[in-house]
């Protein structure tokens, strides 16, 4: 990877019923912004798999005097198949008044959507707001939903506090016997399982959850934090297979002789895996992503390919379509794949369908995975939110896969930058910054927000040299090939030569991934949450060329660490040459993993830290005499 910003990428299929939002380690100790939250969250599971949900909620908060932090509440529906309404709502003043919130402070609006998802929805938002909410005072809130038609999927249903304060949450499922759902609740949850009067209940009891707030990146909650789910669902080819079943079709004659002519018109001439990437390119480029969800299953199914072609738009399962289409017409076999993209690493304990969210290609004759949605990333390039992931290849017969692991073979990075020091302290230098495919979009889309003028002077400044430059984008000859950013600067006033002893930083120039910006990464509280650092392999090789007059002093000393996490290894020499002394510097930062759990904290930990301290390091100079 690139040290750039990691991509947290949400492109959700559908919404994912989550009972408690998160925030936001470890344990809060400052209690006195936090709210008292108590809820009941009642299922009633009807024979023919429609249910009614009844979600009770009181706040307050934790020290007299304090007002609430959320003095407004909201939740969504589809009119079609749901309903929604609130059945109690009231205000508790301090002195024990209560002021029920009357029929005008409660909003029925069309649900935005996602800023993730651009598209369209057919949802409607309620909006409760409550009235005098002052200091001391307590909200109390019940929803009732009904959902009137079975879902795709029968019952999926996830409970968690994600990483807020729980102090009391009971979570109740009734249900005939006869239907056979199975749930899972991790340790620390108080749980009965019960059948009584021709009814079963299921009850999961949260209790005493402190706020968690992580100071560093972290997988998703759910992979660290309490849980509770259940689900109807047998098995992970089960949901595959209700995918196939309500989604596989065959296009119509004439759409059919549609695909043909595009397909022959963007491939030409190339075969296999050239072709695919060729019909990948012109996905990206031609059809933008836009979700419109306007019945419950358009979260699922894909429209006509014929549609999406006149329509210019679809989501990641419609550019999948499209995409599927072209390639069999080229006599190329694809797959659709079913995957979380996000932070979400860890297979669910149960095959409970939310935990996907986006759908991706698989073409099995060549054991290549590819991602059209990723609107910059090339061909076959698939990035940390979804490498090593368990997916579910949709099929007549679906089964589980797992995408190829981010590796350091994968993910690299490799800077050649040479920097010549002037007798006035100025430097000019020249860089070449080669990116694997893998890591191509994270420059790409760095350059296409900041423009090439404002990302090369960025770097520059964060290693202190201020001038003038230009930075060119090389982009790959084919999909297979590096991306390439070449850069030319010259930085006034970078050295002060006019001491005898000089002291000359070795982290310098055009270098997106400084070995110092990983200094946030040192922690000293990754006990519970693990951290999400990337897999990657990161190499320098710098040369400097010193003025005549001017020598080495000292130079820092070789550094090699490695283990379980990777490895570092930093090695910095002179040599005297006829334009005067040179100093190389080699180094390199290996990551072998995306996510560290605590335990393997600690050995990331020492690379981080030796690599953060060769980034400080200088090259000493003198003036005249003998170096080193």
């Given amino acids: 990877m690139s040290l750039l910003p990691w991509r947290a990428k949400w492109l959700a299929l559908m919404l994912v019923l989550v009972s408690v939002a998160g925030s936001g380690q470890a344990f809060a100790d400052d209690e006195e912004d936090e709210d008292a939250y108590r809820a009941r969250h009642e299922h009633i599971i009807h024979a023919d798999l429609t249910y009614d949900e009844v979600y009770t909620v009181d706040r ?119 239907l056979p759902l199975k749930w899972h609740a991790d340790p620390g949850i108080i749980t009965t399982d019960t059948v009584k009067d021709g009814s079963r209940e299921i009850t999961a009891h949260f209790k005493d959850i402190p ?32 995918i196939f079943a309500a989604s596989e079709t065959t296009p119509t004659p004439q759409d059919a002789a549609r695909v043909k002519a595009l397909a022959d018109s963007i491939a030409g001439d190339k075969k296999g895996l050239d072709a695919a990437a060729a019909i990948h390119d012109w996905i990206q480029q031609n059809v933008a992503y836009a979700a419109v969800y306007l019945n419950p299953n358009d979260g699922w199914v894909e429209h006509p390919v014929g549609k999406i072609i006149d329509n210019g738009y679809g989501d990641c399962k419609d550019q999948v379509a499209l995409m599927r289409a072209l390639l069999a017409a080229r006599g190329i076999r694809a797959e659709r794949v079913v995957v979380n993209w996000g932070d979400r690493f860890t297979p669910a304990v149960l095959p409970i369908a939310w935990q996907f969210n986006h759908v991706i290609i698989y073409l099995p004759d060549f054991a290549v995975f590819d991602n059209p949605t990723d609107q910059t990333a090339p061909f076959a390039a698939i990035d940390e939110g979804l490498s090593g992931k368990q997916a579910v290849l949709i099929a007549k017969n679906s089964r589980t896969v797992r995408l190829p692991p981010a590796t350091p073979a994968t993910f690299w990075d490799r800077n050649e930058s040479t920097l010549t020091l002037s007798p006035d302290g100025s430097i000019a230098g020249e860089a070449e910054v080669s990116a694997s495919p893998a890591n191509a979009e994270d420059y790409e889309n760095s350059i296409k927000k900041q423009g090439k003028d404002n990302f090369l002077h960025r770097f520059l400044a964060n290693n202190n040299q201020e001038g003038d430059g230009s930075l060119s984008l090389h982009d790959p000859e084919t999909w297979r090939d590096p991306l390439t950013l070449k850069a030319r600067w010259t930085a006034q006033n970078y050295v002060d030569l006019s001491e005898q002893d000089i002291f000359l930083p070795l982290e310098s120039g055009f ?74 510097l080699t180094r390199s930062f290996i990551s072998n993993r995306t996510v560290y759990s605590p335990a393997e904290y600690p050995d990331l930990r020492e690379l981080l830290t030796a690599a953060v301290k060769s980034g400080h390091a200088h090259a000493i100079l003198t003036r005249g005499g003998q170096g080193e």
């Fill in 60 to 178: 307050k908060p934790l020290n007299a005097g304090h007002t609430l932090g959320d003095t407004s509440s909201y939740e969504e529906f589809s009119p079609d198949t749901e309903s929604l309404e609130v059945t109690e709502a009231w205000v508790t003043d301090a002195d024990g008044t209560r002021h029920e919130v009357r029929p005008q402070d409660i909003f029925t609006r069309s649900a935005p959507q996602a800023a993730n998802e651009p598209g369209f929805n057919s949802k409607q938002r309620i909006t409760v707001v409550f009235p005098r909410v002052g200091p001391g005072a307590e909200t109390h809130l019940q929803w009732t939903f009904r959902h009137k038609q079975p879902e795709m999927f029968g019952i999926n249903l996830f409970e968690g506090p994600g990483r807020d304060r729980v102090d009391d949450l009971v979570v109740t499922i009734t249900l005939p016997p006869s």
């Fill in 211 to 242: 706020t968690m707030n992580i100071g560093y990146n972290t997988v998703a909650n759910s992979e660290f934090r309490p849980r509770f789910m259940a689900t109807t669902l047998q098995s992970l080819t089960d949901y595959g297979n209700r």
């Fill in 511 to 584: 270098d997106p991934n400084r070995l110092t910006a990983l200094a946030h990464r040192i922690r000293n509280d990754v006990h519970v949450a693990p951290m999400l650092f990337n897999a990657f392999s990161n190499q320098w090789h710098f040369t400097w060329t010193l003025p005549q007059g001017i020598t080495v002093k000292h130079l820092p000393a070789p550094v090699h660490i490695a283990n379980k996490a990777g490895r570092f290894d930093s090695e910095v020499t002179s040599t005297t040459t006829e334009k005067g002394q040179q100093i190389t």
